[in-house]
């Protein structure tokens, strides 16, 4: 039901706006942010158990006689964001801003061994990577209180966000100058879902037509499921959800959640 009354507001302050041709003034910016996602999915359930299979494989190599280097999964800690927005003004304290964002991360693990066993060099190197990114397109009524130089505004919208989710492992066995195994295995998902957002800014002009804004957006949801779009190791896979093994063998659906606070700096231009 709060959904669907935002819908309407949005609609009806779109109206709004357009009915006013007098009065509509519009606006560009370029946006620049840094988004702090919860992630909860990744980093309390799939990162653990990457995590612990690098070093189930680590302490084996140990036991052979290699030293090791390991570099484990790091967390989901936030991600940059780029973007751009339109505004209309319906007046000069209401106005509705549409946008578009993209915002990506890659974090990366990788495991490297090597020594001599029974006269024998061995050399073994594993490398993992996983890429998250989203594309939020949202609409934002947003409401001004001016003042001379400074003018804040609180609002609230709607977004669609697609995300992607590529997760790619290559690696390689040596054993004296013969390679006895190497490869490498792609796997690429994606979800969606449409998620509200609070939003809180403050603007400074520097000129009649140019602007700077500090902007603070809180998304609340998740994407709730991913399908695969790509498995090079099992094109069956194609089309079913996305699903991994946690920490305690529990098949589980990889899920991103997504509240969590953008702080961000936009460059407006008065059109």
Do not use: C
Request: charge should be positive.
């Amino acid at each position: 039901m709060k959904i669907k009354k935002l819908m309407i507001a949005l609609l009806a302050m779109s109206t709004l706006a357009y009915a006013q041709d007098d009065n509509r003034k519009f606006s560009f910016s370029l946006k620049g942010s840094y988004f702090i996602p919860y992630s909860k999915t990744f980093n309390k359930q799939l990162r653990p158990a990457i995590n612990k299979d690098l070093n189930a494989l680590e302490s084996y190599l140990k036991e052979l006689g290699l030293t090791s280097y390991l570099n484990e999964m790091s967390r989901m800690s936030g991600a940059f964001n780029f973007g751009g927005e339109l505004e209309v003004r319906a007046s000069e304290q209401v106005g509705l801003a549409l946008g578009a964002d993209y915002a990506f991360r890659t974090l990366t693990t990788s495991l490297d061994s090597a020594g001599t066993v029974s006269s024998v060099s061995y050399g073994v190197t594993e490398t993992g990577k996983i890429g998250l990114s989203v594309i939020p397109i949202t609409a934002t009524v947003r409401i001004n209180l001016p003042f001379s130089k400074i003018k804040a505004y609180m609002g609230g919208g709607l977004g669609y966000y697609f995300a992607r989710y590529t997760e790619k492992e290559s690696w390689t066995w040596v054993e004296g100058d013969e390679t006895v195994d190497t490869g490498s295995r792609k796997t690429v998902a994606t979800g969606d879902a449409v998620i509200p957002h609070a939003e809180v800014g403050a603007e400074y002009r520097l000129s009649s037509r140019v602007s700077l804004l500090a902007v603070i957006r809180y998304p609340f949801g998740t994407i709730g499921s991913f399908k695969i779009k790509k498995s090079a190791d099992d094109p069956a896979a194609v089309g079913q959800k996305l699903t991994f093994y946690d920490s305690d063998g529990v098949l589980r659906d990889f899920k991103w959640e997504l509240s969590g606070p953008a702080l961000g700096v936009n460059l407006k231009i008065k059109l």
